[in-house]
């Protein structure tokens, strides 16, 4: 099936640093998404991004669709302590009955203040 | 408020012994979708449901059921849950295919 390799898989950086992360994968996909999760919490969504090439941003998140559109990137300017959770890419491929979001397997961000 | 909300949140149960953790919507949303998360191996899809009466398995579907009678709720079904079901679950729902996911805050589940 479909796999996303998500790097890192986890971070510590310094409050006031710039994050960034990415997911690649063997697969064409016609959606990106990039969701938090904080503990005890499910994934909240951050960025979709529906076009290759399309760059897009949500304050200090920006997330790219990658050109192949079998990869994403997503930074974080300026981290402040709460941006610490985990991280996923999710891909989306159209057609079929199955609406299934496919999973990177999460990076793990944590700041220092 | 729009969200999604699993019952119950934790749960502890013996091998054998049927459960069901109830999954409800308030958003009139088609999809639905049930996912596993487990350490190292991230979030796998159960089961899925496109509308009303209308279910499909996902990935991991072995030792589940679900069913879809009404629009917002998408029950969760072990018959004889075993401990290699021991996870947490999430249920999910979305009105458009790629509109990404809405998910509940999860169900801890442990079988002994």
């Known amino acids: 099936g479909q796999q996303l390799n998500q790097s890192p898989q986890s971070m510590f950086i310094q409050e006031g640093e710039d994050v960034s992360m990415n997911c690649t994968s063997s697969?064409?996909?016609?959606?990106w998404l990039w969701y938090k999760q904080d503990p005890g919490e499910g994934p909240v969504l951050l960025i979709a991004?529906?076009?290759?090439?399309e760059l897009t941003s949500n304050g200090r998140l920006t997330a790219q669709f990658g050109i192949t559109r079998k990869d994403s990137f997503l930074n974080i300017s300026a981290s402040i302590p709460s941006d610490v959770g985990i991280y996923f890419c999710?891909?989306?491929?159209?057609?079929?009955?199955?609406?299934?979001?496919?999973f990177g397997k999460g990076t793990l961000l944590t700041v220092n203040p | 408020e729009a969200q999604v909300t699993q019952n119950p949140r934790y749960l502890i149960t013996v091998t054998g012994k049927k459960l069901t953790v109830t999954c409800s919507q308030n958003?009139?949303?088609?999809?639905m979708s049930w996912y596993r998360q487990d350490p190292g191996l991230g979030l796998r899809q159960i089961y899925y449901?496109?509308?009303?009466?209308?279910?499909d398995k996902g990935d991991v579907p072995e030792g589940y059921k679900v069913s879809r009678k009404e629009k917002r709720n998408f029950p969760l079904i072990l018959e004889s849950p075993s401990p290699n079901q021991t996870s947490l679950y999430f249920c999910?729902?979305?009105?458009?295919?790629?509109?990404?996911?809405?998910f509940g805050s999860g169900t801890r589940l442990t079988v002994v």
């Open positions: 449901s496109m509308n009303v009466e209308v279910t």
């Open positions: 999710a891909g989306l491929v159209s057609g079929g009955s199955n609406y299934k979001l496919t």
């Open positions: 999910a729902s979305s009105f458009y295919r790629g509109n990404g996911y809405t």
């Open positions: 697969s064409i996909f016609n959606t």
């Open positions: 958003m009139n949303h088609e999809y």
């Open positions: 991004l529906y076009k290759a090439g």
